[in-house]
């Protein structure tokens, strides 16, 4: 409940996490039925990079900033959608710009003011359904939504000690709700431990077809930083295995540190 994004927001983390999401979504629309997006921990929506918060840090400025000037036409899709948008947009404005007529969303948040105004920004559009509730508790309780098809976003503050066991639960009570959906989980890496047992934990459970994607500005030694960060994918859509790696190495040649360890990696953690 402290984890306040407005700090972070268009920082190295973000910007892969989104330009990934917006594949993820685009690719969800190849079809013409109607998809359900859940964003499980979605925060406000839109962020002032110019504000106290943003300011304070600066993370912006070597993430999306390099971004926009670089403009790599690998990440077009996704920078076009930033642009657009007008202040940086979290992952509620992104989807639905993106969404279609006949598509749906459900987005939580817990954090009483954020859920608040995440109310005000998009509670107005039909298609969009706020939940001011436990992420995780979601999962469960909206799914299937009457929905066929869906996509589930699960990014967590990673402000719990046990966050990453509660990550990997929500994504097997999601799968034994909806089998077919496509479950993306942020995490991130600031050493390999906790990202090894994550791994781990998820190929115990006998979900089949995950992968995950990873950029890292640097060796993952130091539990204090975050020194990259992944997205672990249930049944990833067709073409990631070839089109994710330019999109991460289009990431790092903007962002990256130049770092001893900078690099990126797109695993098979289970076959389909």
């Known amino acids: 409940m402290n984890y306040r994004h407005a700090y972070h927001a268009g920082n190295f983390a973000d910007c892969f996490k989104h330009a990934l999401y917006v594949w993820l979504l685009r690719a969800m629309q190849r079809k013409e039925t109607p998809f359900l997006v859940l964003d499980t921990h979605a925060g406000i929506g839109f962020y002032d990079l110019a504000g106290a918060e943003a300011e304070r840090t600066g993370e912006w400025r070597g993430g999306i900033a390099r971004l926009m000037e670089d403009q790599p036409v690998e990440l077009a899709d996704y920078l076009a959608a930033v642009r657009d948008l007008g202040l940086y947009p979290g992952s509620p404005a992104i989807a639905r710009a993106l969404l279609r007529p006949q598509d749906k969303m ?5 954090h009483p003011a954020d859920a608040a105004l995440l109310d005000r920004r998009f509670g107005r559009d039909g298609r969009v359904q706020v939940h001011r509730r436990d992420g995780y508790e979601a999962v469960g309780a909206l799914l299937p939504g ?4 869906a996509l589930v976003l699960l990014d967590p503050p990673f402000e719990q000690e046990d966050e990453f066991g509660a990550l990997a639960r929500a994504i097997k009570l999601g799968v034994s709700r909806m089998r077919g959906a496509v ?3 942020w995490y991130p890496i600031k050493h390999r431990t906790p990202v090894r047992a994550f791994f781990e934990e998820m190929q115990a ?3 089949k077809d ?3 994607a990873e ?3 640097r060796e993952p030694l130091d539990p204090l930083r975050l020194n990259g960060c992944g997205l672990l994918v ?3 859509p067709y073409r990631f295995a070839e089109e994710w790696p330019p999109m991460l190495e289009a990431l790092l040649d903007s962002m990256g540190s130049r770092e001893a360890g900078e690099g990126s990696a797109l695993l098979r953690l289970a076959d389909e």
Request: with cysteine.
């Open 234 to 236: 249930v049944n990833p």
């Open 210 to 212: 995950i992968v995950a």
């Open 106 to 110: 459900a987005v939580c948040e817990l």
């Open 205 to 207: 459970g006998g979900i």
């Open 146 to 149: 009457g929905a066929t098809r």
């Open 183 to 185: 479950f993306a989980a």
């Open 215 to 217: 950029i890292f500005l």
